[in-house]
């Protein structure tokens, strides 16, 4: 069985910092990605940065970078320079062999002035 | 533009009653997917398919049934509505293989009564 744990409910950046957002998991495939979604008050599932398991280097989308730690099993969100519009619940998610997602709780990240 | 859609985008209904949320897409993916969102629960995975005729059930799939007669349409039925299913609930398609995200529709807010 697949496992996603975000263990921080709710997180608060400046503007124009950078934030991490946290992301463990676990699971019993040999191959499978971890991904990042973001979602505004407005509602839409926003995907933002794949990292796959045996990719050598940390997965990077412009401002989003994912700290992927295999022997730790973690999959941090690294965002930079936060904007205002970055203010959204943020979900760690993971794919295994069986093409599902599991997703975690979320993060709801609040992005002050 | 390719895109996955959801319609009702809002529905009320009544206790008892059977509902049908529709999902489309023109992505000409084989593997379709239906979740619900509850606070506190992050995204939850009720039915999916891997292809037309194939249906499987997911963590929460009691009292919901979905039908895949086509590429393009996974319809999720509520046999009989229970205030339990109020909800947000989304559908997604992707390619197969791990590597590849899960486009999502708009979602639809249910509200049984």
């Known amino acids: 069985a697949q496992k996603i744990t975000q263990t921080q409910p709710g997180m608060f950046v400046q503007e124009k910092e950078a934030v991490t957002l946290d992301c463990t998991y676990d699971?019993?495939?040999?191959?499978?990605?971890l991904f990042w979604y973001k979602q505004p008050s407005s509602g839409e599932m926003i995907f933002l940065i794949y990292q796959g398991s045996y990719d050598q280097q940390n997965a990077t989308e412009g401002r989003y970078s994912l700290n992927f730690q295999k022997a730790r099993k973690s999959a941090n969100l690294v965002i930079s320079a936060s904007q205002l519009g970055d203010s959204a619940m943020y979900f760690c998610a993971m794919k295994g062999s069986n093409y599902k997602l599991t997703f975690g709780k979320g993060t709801l990240l609040t992005v002050n002035p | 533009d390719a895109e996955i859609t959801q319609s009702p985008r809002h529905k009320i209904t009544e206790t008892g009653r059977q509902v049908t949320l529709a999902c489309h897409q023109t992505w000409n993916h084989n593997n379709m997917f239906w979740y619900r969102q509850d606070l506190g629960h992050g995204l939850r995975l009720i039915h999916y398919?891997?292809?037309?005729?194939?249906?499987n059930k997911g963590e929460v799939s009691d009292g919901y049934s979905v039908s895949r007669s086509n590429t393009e349409d996974l319809p999720l039925t509520l046999e009989s509505a229970a205030s339990s299913q109020t909800s947000v609930y989304f559908c997604?398609?992707?390619?197969?293989?791990?590597?590849?995200?899960?486009?999502f529709g708009p979602g639809t807010r249910l509200t049984v009564t």
């Open positions: 398919s891997y292809g037309v005729q194939d249906t």
């Open positions: 997604a398609s992707s390619e197969g293989g791990d590597t590849y995200e899960q486009y």
């Open positions: 699971t019993s495939d040999p191959s499978y990605g």
